[in-house]
């Protein structure tokens, strides 16, 4: 059960890429889907592979964490693949059946797509694999500040997304207790028709909810407990610094974007 | 049928083949037999409601075997037809009141029995039995759960589980966070399901006293491992060697091991105030005067 919901979790570690500003790994991130648009040909995308490799690399993290990451998805991508391949003609016709045509332009179009798809997820693993959430709440919130003028709550929004971000594992392990309490008590979850099932979600769910109402009143007393005010002039535990590396990693991503211009 | 409980050579690792990764069990060779009342002591974390939850096939070992009566499990058994063992082996789990969901008492203590196939009228009256068993009026059959007390909660989904009419129970620290007397209470109950309808007991403690008491073998665990099993006599008559394992011990027997130190001599390690008087006794050279009082 856990297991399954791995996907995307931080690991620990003391690479540069785990160093860097989460504000420039989550601008970059973003950055590298809109870049990748640029790549058109084999040797672009060559390179935008060899790049995302270089940066996994600097992760110390094992490619199969990466590559899980792509498999929830594997049916999304071979789909729009196969969508490609099938239905975009042009350039020499291998086989066709009625609008059905295999074309070396679907094909290529189909492996590019592949490719796309595969390298935007490697990097976003890469973000989340790198950052712990709480960092990346920071991070959303300092980008978000800007947005301050034109009155969007953005300490009350950092807020709500650090409190949801830190109580998901919390969730996680109070499910895990509960399925196990129920399936003590003969519940099968996951097994018989479609209405069982859902049947069997129920004292699953009304347990949960009447545990994360009880700790949500908990944390808000605590919070009042402790002063909280929120907002203005608040400082921070946890202070983001800009470095020479996060310099260097924007320096980086301009560049790639330079050779992919060329490239093209 | 006999539900001797083994444990063979049983390993249990969370989270296998992730960088998350932590082994909770290893090498556990254990019986725990029918109709004995077993404690299992250990340091938090030595992994006490791991090897338990093995004891219902909630957890497969990822190495080993576990028997329970006549069933195998190995790291490969299937997750299918385990119904029948988890009937038979009931699990109160700590804190198990986060367990409740229905609208009524009632009807969360008959959720257990009907998934086990008993009839909705049946299991109604067992809901009735039980509350009774464990000490709660009539009158909050009818209550939602979710309006009783901690220590009301705490018997209700014992109850919950007592329905099931298991033939093993389990129970994971029943006692954390309850008052003296509801402490009691719920240990008289257990006490009295072991004596009275021949109920096999495991209980996981950190109370000492409770292990003196009622249990008549000990399991100790440091680790993930079984580092000692024997009765609560045999395991208590070395103070040293628990303190060391960053366990306690009965306060009597910590006031024996002083009084050893000054000098007194026991037969036995006195686990009862009982036993510690009737030996103390004979030792204490103006036993019962009390004319030099100051
Ligand atoms: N769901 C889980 N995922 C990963 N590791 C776990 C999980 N549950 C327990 N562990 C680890 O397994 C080890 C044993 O835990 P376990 O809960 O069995 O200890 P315990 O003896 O019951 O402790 P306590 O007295 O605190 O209840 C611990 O090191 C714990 O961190
Ligand atoms: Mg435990």
């Known amino acids: ?264 | 049928m006999v539900m001797d409980i083994t444990f063979k050579d049983v390993g249990y690792t969370y989270q296998v083949g992730t960088p998350f990764e932590s082994r909770a069990l290893h090498e556990i060779n254990l019986t725990l037999r029918d109709h004995a009342f077993t404690a299992i002591i250990g340091h938090t974390g030595s992994g006490k409601s791991t090897l338990v939850q093995h004891l219902n096939a909630l957890l497969k070992p990822t190495s080993g075997t576990v028997t329970i009566g006549d069933r195998v499990i190995t790291p490969e058994t299937n997750n299918k037809n385990l119904k029948p063992i988890r009937q038979k082996v009931g699990m109160v789990f700590q804190f198990p009141e986060s367990q409740l969901f229905e609208e009524t008492v009632a009807k969360d203590i008959a959720f257990g029995p009907m998934n086990f196939g008993v009839s909705e009228e049946e299991s109604l009256k067992r809901a009735k039995e039980m509350v009774q068993l464990v000490g709660l009026k009539d009158a909050v059959l009818e209550r939602s759960p979710f309006d009783l007390s901690g220590g009301q909660m705490r018997r209700v989904a014992i109850a919950g589980v007592l329905a099931m009419k298991p033939e093993v129970l389990i129970l994971d620290e029943p006692t954390a966070g309850l008052d003296p007397e509801g402490r009691r209470d719920i240990m008289g109950m257990v006490q009295r399901l072991h004596q009275e309808n021949q109920l096999t007991v495991i209980l996981i403690t950190h109370l000492m006293e409770d292990v003196a008491n009622y249990a008549d073998q000990v399991v100790v665990m440091e680790n993930g491992g079984v580092v000692k099993v024997g009765t609560p006599r045999e395991v208590f008559s070395n103070v040293q060697w628990l303190r060391d394992k960053q366990l306690g011990v009965p306060e009597t027997a910590a006031f024996a091991d002083q009084l050893i130190k000054k000098g007194f001599q026991f037969k036995q390690m006195p686990l009862t105030e009982t036993e510690l008087a009737d030996e103390l006794l004979p030792q204490l050279p103006q036993a019962g005067r009390n004319d030099n009082v100051e």
Do not use: C
């Open chain 1, 1 to 264: 059960m856990s297991n399954k919901l791995l996907l995307g979790r931080f690991i620990p570690g003391d690479s540069i890429v785990h160093r860097l500003d989460p504000r420039v790994k989550l601008l970059m991130s973003f950055y590298f889907v809109g870049i990748i648009f640029l790549a058109d040909n084999w040797q672009t995308y060559l390179f935008l592979f060899l790049f995302t490799m270089v940066a996994i690399l600097l992760t110390k993290i094992k490619l199969g964490f990466f590559i899980k990451g792509v498999r929830p998805l594997i049916w999304l991508i071979l789909f729009t693949v196969l969508l490609q391949m099938l239905f975009s003609s042009g350039g020499t016709v291998y086989w066709s059946w009625g609008p059905i045509v295999i074309s070396s332009y679907g094909v290529v179009n189909g492996i590019y797509i592949f490719m796309r798809f595969v390298l935007i997820i490697f990097m976003s693993t890469l973000l989340t694999l790198t950052t712990p959430p709480l960092s990346l709440a920071d991070a959303i919130e300092s980008l978000l500040k800007p947005l301050k003028v034109i009155h969007f709550p953005v300490y009350e929004v950092a807020l709500m997304l650090s409190i949801a971000l830190r109580f998901v594992p919390t969730l996680m392990d109070e499910t895990e207790k509960i399925m196990n309490a129920q399936r003590a008590r003969g519940v099968d979850f996951g097994e018989g028709n479609i209405f069982q099932q859902m049947r069997a979600i129920v004292p699953l769910l009304i347990p949960l909810f009447v545990s994360s109402f009880n700790r949500a009143e908990d944390l808000a007393t605590a919070m009042e407990a402790r002063g909280y005010q929120g907002g203005e002039g608040r400082s921070k535990y946890r202070v983001l610094s800009w470095q020479l590396a996060d310099n260097l990693t924007i320096l980086a991503f301009a560049l790639v974007t330079v050779v992919l211009v060329i490239l093209r």
